[in-house]
């Protein structure tokens, strides 16, 4: 009997990579999608023949319970959420019903279903916020710098709270930021290589950002949906931090992705410090140690930091080209 996902989130960047490594896998792959007048499905339309939407709102309990009934999946992957945090500040209760609750209610779903379904949270180093110890492992302290930061916690904390008082298999991936050609535009590090290979083809002057000294551990969106898979593999249930150890700051990034087209000197393009795009509190040194993941779950990074800035220059130049077409 192929085992059975549903996944949260299906038509963002994780879910689409690791809806791809389930099918690979042999798994039949469910999708909860919110139902929207045109809804958003590019990630996954090379897909949607293989995968089965199934409509449902976080915000909405029965729905859920809905889902998780009619599909009867052997493991749940909960990756939908308010991800941006900018917005997390204009939209924050928004972003705590999603974000926190929706955890929840998801969960709720899955104990009322049936509580031997495999559960698994997306955490997020933005917890860690404003560090209390460098690098970042699974005990650090959580000291979230934004509306989104204190949503993930909350969303952490219930996950393993259901796990202590129900017995359920739930797990959380404290994950690094993670990139790959389908970022969201709005992300910083999509919004450069977006922006290079068009300033490449001569359709873009400039480059707007705001803090380019911001330090963060990226890493390759595929290779971390590989660590998620694992962890509901493994014998009992645990939380794991994601990450590639290194750091590297947003000038890099632009350094990188210029140098992927051929260009050197990539300050006659780049305008900083644009206060449109700088955070009521930042964030400033995130990096994961990922030595419990490498120990117990035999997951290392496969992806360097040039080869990811590359490969999405390269992507967003691709598309740029068809656009031609």
Wanted: net charge negative.
């Amino acid at each position: 009997m192929a085992k059975k996902a549903l996944i949260t989130g299906i038509t963002g960047q994780d879910g689409s990579y690791l809806a791809e490594l389930l099918l690979e896998k042999g798994y039949s792959v469910y999708g909860l999608v919110r139902r929207l007048s045109t809804p958003n499905t590019e990630n996954i339309k090379h897909l949607l023949d293989k995968v089965e939407l199934v409509s449902g709102d976080l915000l909405d309990q029965k729905s859920l319970d809905d889902a998780v009934n009619e599909t009867q999946p052997d493991e749940v992957y909960n990756l939908a959420a308010q991800s941006f945090v900018k917005t997390s500040w204009n939209q924050a209760v928004l972003t705590g019903e999603y974000t926190a609750l929706g955890v929840t209610r998801m969960l709720e779903a899955v104990k009322t279903v049936n509580h031997k379904i495999k559960f698994y949270q997306a955490s997020s180093s933005e917890m860690f916020g404003k560090v209390t110890e460098t690098p970042q492992k699974e005990t650090t302290r959580f000291y979230p710098r934004s509306p989104y930061g204190v949503a993930k916690v909350y969303g952490h904390y219930i996950t393993v709270n259901y796990r202590e008082s129900y017995d359920m298999f739930a797990c959380s991936g404290i994950l690094f930021n993670h990139e790959s050609p389908r970022r969201g535009i709005e992300f910083v590090t999509r919004k450069i290589s977006h922006a290079v290979a068009r300033i490449s083809l001569g359709r873009q002057d400039k480059l707007v950002l705001g803090n380019l000294d911001s330090k963060r551990d990226w890493g390759y969106a595929g290779d971390y949906v590989e660590a998620m898979w694992k962890m509901l593999q493994q014998d009992e249930p645990d939380d794991y931090v994601i990450a590639t150890g290194e750091t590297h700051s947003i000038q890099e990034f632009v350094e990188e992705a210029f140098s992927a087209i051929g260009v050197e000197d990539w300050r006659k393009y780049v305008e900083s410090n644009n206060p449109k795009f700088m955070r009521p509190a930042e964030v400033d040194y995130l990096i994961g140690d990922y030595s419990k993941a490498k120990n117990v779950l035999g997951w290392s990074p496969q992806t360097s930091f040039k080869e990811l800035v590359s490969m999405m220059v390269a992507e967003d130049l691709k598309a740029e080209k068809k656009r031609d077409h």
